[in-house]
Every structure is written in C-alpha cells, then in structure tokens.
C-alpha cells in the first residue's frame, strides 16, 4: 500500500483524546481520522460500500487498519492490501490472519501504521463489512519471503515496490484477537 499516514489502533479499552464512539462490538469509532485526502476518500468508500471501492482498489483486496499513532496517540486509520493467510482464506468469512506489507509504495521509510504498531500492536481491521481487534506481530524470516512470493503472484506492482525500497519491507499478521496465529 503506498499510504503516507500514521494510524492508531482504538479499542475500547484504549482512550483516546477524540470524540471517538464506542460501537457495539466494543470497539471505538474513531471516523476517517487520516490526514492524506487519498486516504480519507478511500476509507468513506470502503465504509460506505461494506468494503468494496473502486478506482486504483478496485477488486483489490483492501482493509483498514487502525493503529494508536505513536507519538499522539490517537487512532490512525488507513487503507492497506492484504494477503489472506492462509490461502484459503480467501473465501473463509473469519478472516482471522491477514498479511499486510509495509512497503510505502517503495519509498525508503515505512509507512507511519507500521512505526504505530511495532509501539503498540493492538490493532482494529475491518474487512467487508466486519471490524474487529486484531493482533499485528511481524512475520518470522521462514515466512517472509514465501508470502512475499504469494503476494508479487496476486499484485505485481508489489515487486516494484519491494525493488525500489532500499529496505527490507517488514510483512505484519493481523491475527484476529482471541485467535492464534497458524
């Protein structure tokens, strides 16, 4: 994902200093809350559209991760691709491990979301039409390059970013919270 913003993960045991509303599903709604107009038009979509939107996303698979901002606090949303993990996945409602990378589209610093979850990996996604809490935890150097592997088969502009980064790019699980990873 080429995502500029940092995000912030909001649960509703985290408080926050923003008007943020806590949902049925105990988790706080902390509205668009990113900065980059890209990004803020992206997650009205996808909010208003049960996950789907169009333009440079469309078909692609896309979530949004909220992250607790390092320094502020607050939460951070912001669009990212995902890989379903395990393959099968794909089709599995549960959606219990996804795979994001934190390529910046290839720029030589990672994107503000990955610095906000190696602080605190408390993370909410949403999926569709789902939102939940979700675990971040980079993945163990057996898994990194088989799932960047998986991911530049799905998305080839993933290998031009991983190209043009002078960096390696972390690859982070959400696993789903109360889940194990697998």
Same mark, same amino acid.
């Given at each position: 994902?080429?995502?500029?913003?940092?995000?912030?993960?909001?649960?509703?045991?985290?408080?926050?200093?923003?008007?943020?509303?806590?949902?049925?599903?105990?988790?706080?709604?902390?509205?668009?809350?990113?900065?980059?107009?890209?990004? @803020?038009?992206?997650?009205?979509?996808?909010?208003?559209?049960?996950?789907?939107?169009?333009?440079?996303?469309?078909?692609?698979?896309?979530?949004?991760?909220?992250?607790?901002?390092?320094?502020?606090?607050?939460?951070?949303?912001?669009?990212?691709?995902?890989?379903?993990?395990?393959?099968?996945?794909?089709?599995?409602?549960?959606?219990? @491990?996804?795979?994001?990378?934190?390529?910046?589209?290839?720029?030589?610093?990672?994107?503000?979301?990955?610095?906000?979850?190696?602080?605190?990996?408390?993370?909410?996604?949403?999926?569709?039409?789902? @939102?939940?809490?979700?675990?971040?935890?980079?993945?163990?150097?057996?898994?990194?390059?088989?799932?960047?592997?998986?991911?530049?088969?799905?998305?080839?502009?993933?290998?031009?970013?991983?190209?043009?980064?002078?960096?390696?790019?972390?690859?982070?699980?959400?696993?789903?919270?109360?889940?194990?990873?697998?």
């Amino acid at each position: 994902m080429t995502s500029t913003n940092s995000n912030s993960s909001a649960h509703s045991s985290i408080s926050t200093k923003t008007t943020a509303e806590t949902r049925d599903d105990g988790v706080n709604d902390d509205g668009v809350n990113n900065a980059n107009p890209f990004n @803020r038009r992206v997650i009205e979509e996808f909010r208003a559209n049960e996950g789907r939107v169009g333009g440079p996303f469309e078909g692609a698979s896309l979530l949004l991760l909220t992250t607790r901002g390092a320094k502020s606090g607050l939460p951070r949303t912001t669009p990212a691709v995902y890989l379903p993990d395990p393959p099968a996945a794909a089709t599995d409602a549960a959606h219990d @491990r996804l795979i994001v990378f934190a390529s910046n589209g290839g720029s030589e610093k990672a994107p503000g979301w990955y610095h906000n979850l190696v602080k605190d990996p408390s993370v909410v996604v949403e999926v569709g039409g789902e @939102r939940y809490a979700a675990l971040a935890t980079p993945v163990d150097a057996r898994e990194h390059d088989e799932l960047w592997r998986r991911q530049i088969e799905r998305d080839p502009n993933f290998a031009e970013f991983r190209d043009r980064a002078p960096r390696t790019i972390p690859v982070i699980a959400l696993t789903r919270a109360g889940h194990t990873s697998g």
